[in-house]
């Protein structure tokens, strides 16, 4: 029958709409911004950077690799490398950036920094209550406005968080076996020789 279809449609938006006042699963809007969606677990935004501990500035992963700079599509990120090292999660001295700038007002919310990242130190945000009429001022980030500790980033994403957890510890735990056989080695080589 000619308009079948738009009928159809029509029944369905018509169904919707009344049922949006006596059932829940109808309503797809919440008053905003009194009211919130609970936020997906893979839901992104924009990123953060991951640190372990008390204290962002000595548990922040990030090595300054640069290698989320160079990846990253619209050059958004910001990284220059410090002089000195510091201990990383292995104990190894590395570098860590003096600055990690993100200009958020360019941000695509690609991913790509998270995924090309070897030190699981960059990850993913839900927040995207930004907006602001001053993009220079509100919208440039710098470390400290990024730094975010583990356990924040294991509530936002837990399976992630986990997998990222569990990566970090194999390698520390390679690491300290790696230590632990060359501390043998250099013991066994500086004892006196057997006398016969
Ligand atoms: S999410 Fe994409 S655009 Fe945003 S900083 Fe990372 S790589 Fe750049
Ligand atoms: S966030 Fe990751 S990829 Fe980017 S500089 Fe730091 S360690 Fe390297």
Redesign the pocket.
Known sequence: MLGEGIIKGMVETARNFLGSYVREDRLTTVQYPEEREPQIENARQFPF?VYDGEDWETGLR????????KECPPQCIY?VKSKDKKPDYKGQMQFY?AIFDIDLSVCMSCQI?VE????E??KMDTDYEWSTPDRFAALLVHKDQLARPNAYYQQLHPTDAAASDAVLAQERARAQAKARAAAELKTKAAAPPPTS
């Open positions: 950077l990030c090595v300054a690799c640069q290698i989320c700079e990284i950036p920094c090309v990242c070897p030190f130190a960059i």
